[in-house]
């Protein structure tokens, strides 16, 4: 009996280890262009810190912030 020979269970399993490699990799590339696509945008990117900023409420542009 040789060494090297793979049973049909290692065949089965070689193939789904390989699907869940394309999946990740599919989820690492979306995850990376959201993150390309986020950054070049060109807009402030000011996320919330819990303060109060003039520029991030969209009512202070028309006038209509703090009446």
């Not at 793979?6 to 490699?21: A, S, T």
């Not at 690492?28 to 402030?44: E, N, P, R, S, Y």
Request: glycine letters at 12%; zero cysteines.
């Amino acid at each position: 009996m040789a060494l090297t020979r793979e049973h049909d269970l290692h065949k089965r399993r070689q193939g789904r280890n390989i699907g869940v490699l394309v999946v990740l990799l599919a989820f690492v590339a979306l995850v990376f262009g959201l993150t390309i696509a986020k950054m070049t945008t060109g807009d402030q990117l000011q996320g919330f810190d819990h303060t109060y900023r003039i520029e991030m409420d969209p009512g202070a542009r028309t006038g209509e912030a703090g009446q």
